[in-house]
């Protein structure tokens, strides 16, 4: 069973499951937005252990955006790969152009360095899809993945070329970049949860989510499987490459992709332009 043929088992097929799916995408207010393997697990659960805290809800919500941000009275807020994951796999240029599903809604936009996208989506691809959804398909080696239609360069840079180029859409757009959620993160939070409406929150609480939220402690709450889900929990707790939380390093692209391949990226993100510049 391929990749898609699984999603499609597990969600199109599945009525009670599209139905409440529709009606949560219809409520939100707020669509935090990133292709896959950007960095959006850590700002759930910095986001997720900054609102518990903030409003004192229980941390069993802590991944779960939308209930919690509905729990707490703030704009309704979810995660979305807005149609760019792996299990679906559709072509770069499949892509959809027409944002105006989100007109009058609030945007974030999560990036990071399309070398080390590539870098995590082939280890979430090869070490994780395959063994968490119960499907075998062939992934090729990294300079293949680089090179896929399906999962590769062009296919990162067109969405984020998609986005560059609807970016004044939505009625607001915050730019997040995963780099700048290293060097900065408590401002990066901050900014986030001003952005969803929660306003004159402490700097102790910024600080615990902070700290929470950092790679040894999520690691750890990942090897125990804290959480009881399926978001943040390894293939193989044997494999270090086979978890969600892997390794957290900006150019860490430079220890598997070949210079070969490097040229091969530039060319690509050169060729379109370069959406929201990375050198």
Not at 1 to 9: A, F, I, N, Q, S
Not at 135 to 142: L, R, W
Not at 264 to 275: D, R, S, T
Request: neutral net charge.
């Amino acid at each position: 069973m391929t990749v898609l043929e699984r999603w499609v088992k597990d969600t199109a097929f599945n009525f009670k499951f599209s139905r409440r799916l529709i009606k949560k995408i219809v409520g939100t207010q707020v669509h935090i937005i990133s292709h896959p393997k950007s960095g959006r697990t850590w700002l759930r659960v910095l986001l997720g252990k900054a609102l518990c805290e903030h409003f004192n809800i229980d941390e069993k919500w802590l991944l779960d955006t939308y209930k919690l941000t509905f729990l707490a009275n703030i704009l309704p807020t979810q995660f979305t790969h807005d149609r760019s994951e792996i299990k679906i796999g559709s072509n770069w240029d499949e892509l959809e152009s027409d944002k105006s599903n989100y007109r009058n809604k609030k945007v974030v936009f999560i990036i990071r360095d399309p070398r080390d996208v590539l870098v995590s989506t082939y280890f979430h691809a090869t070490k994780r899809v395959n063994a968490l959804y119960g499907v075998n398909e062939d992934f090729g080696s990294i300079s293949e993945f680089v090179r896929s239609d399906q999962y590769g360069i062009r296919k990162i840079i067109a969405f984020y070329k998609v986005w560059f180029d609807n970016q004044t859409l939505p009625s607001d757009f915050l730019l997040i970049r995963y780099e700048d959620m290293h060097k900065e993160t408590a401002a990066c939070l901050r900014s986030v949860l001003e952005f969803i409406g929660v306003k004159n929150i402490s700097e102790e609480t910024i600080i615990n989510a902070v700290n929470f939220s950092r790679f040894e402690n999520m690691k750890k709450l990942e090897r125990s499987e804290q959480f009881q889900s399926r978001m943040l929990k390894a293939a193989d707790p044997n494999d270090e490459e086979s978890y969600k939380v892997r390794r957290g390093k900006v150019g860490g692209y430079s220890d598997y992709i070949s210079q070969q391949d490097l040229e091969f990226i530039e060319q690509v993100i050169v060729e379109a332009g370069n959406p929201f510049c990375y050198d």
